[in-house]
């Protein structure tokens, strides 16, 4: 059986019935409290549910019951019938009753059996081993589908993770790049600027050159005039 954990407000005696069987085992009014004892030992039950012959529930035998009433008469309980211990005023419910209020039941009462009744008959019994069994199985699915949402959400955010360093170290190579290429750029604009340096003195001793040769050539005739 499949419980939606997510929808545990939503379980009902009916799932707890689909696990343990809706057999249950009865005794019928007017039983020797020895026959009971008997069964309960076999069976190893704490409590046994009594029905009239129509099977319309009665009342409910418990292990308690037949203590206490040990602990007031002794063993004479033996030959007494199970109308005389049983508890009457039954606490019972249906097979729609949502299991935590079932529990709220079992607390309120300081019961461990409840009879499961419908249409005034008896289809079953639980006990709160039956409840918590069927809780803790649903609270082992529940935490089974976190781990699984866990274990999704970790390996996604891993590989976000690995995506951004790879993405940081892409942006760390290309700024190292981009600071190798203004390095050069600038002793580009060094050498450049060296070299301009350097055409502009040679300019202008070019300048000068022609100067002093223009002065020379000027000078020439007169001298051969003279």
């Known amino acids: 059986m499949i419980v939606n954990a997510s929808n545990t407000h939503k379980v009902s005696v009916k799932h707890i019935l689909d696990r343990i069987g809706d057999q249950v085992v009865t005794i019928k009014s007017g039983a020797a409290i020895a026959d009971a004892v008997q069964i309960l030992a076999a069976r190893k039950f704490g409590a046994l549910p009594v029905i009239d012959e129509p099977g319309k529930l009665i009342g409910i035998l418990s292990e308690r019951d037949i203590i206490r009433h040990i602990g007031q008469s002794g063993a004479s309980i033996a030959h007494q019938c199970v109308d005389d211990l049983m508890t009457r005023d039954v606490i019972s419910c249906e097979i729609t009753t949502n299991i935590e209020d079932v529990l709220t039941m079992m607390s309120t009462?300081?019961?461990?059996?409840?009879?499961?009744?419908?249409?005034?008959?008896?289809?079953g019994l639980i006990s709160v081993r039956d409840v918590l069994d069927l809780q803790r199985e649903i609270l082992g699915n529940t935490n089974e589908v976190l781990e699984k949402r866990v274990q999704g959400r970790m390996i996604k955010l891993r590989h976000e993770i690995s995506e951004h360093l790879k993405t940081q170290e892409k942006l760390h190579h290309a700024n190292m790049v981009l600071m190798e290429r203004m390095a050069e750029?600038?002793?580009?604009k060094e050498r450049l600027e060296?070299?301009?340096?350097?055409i502009v003195n040679l300019a202008e001793e070019l300048f000068i050159t022609q100067e002093l040769l223009h002065a020379a050539n000027k000078a020439a005739p007169q001298r051969e005039s003279a």
């Open 109 to 123: 009462h300081s019961i461990r059996h409840v009879p499961v009744v419908q249409n005034g008959l008896l289809v």
């Open 194 to 198: 060296m070299q301009g340096s350097e």
């Open 185 to 188: 750029l600038e002793d580009t």
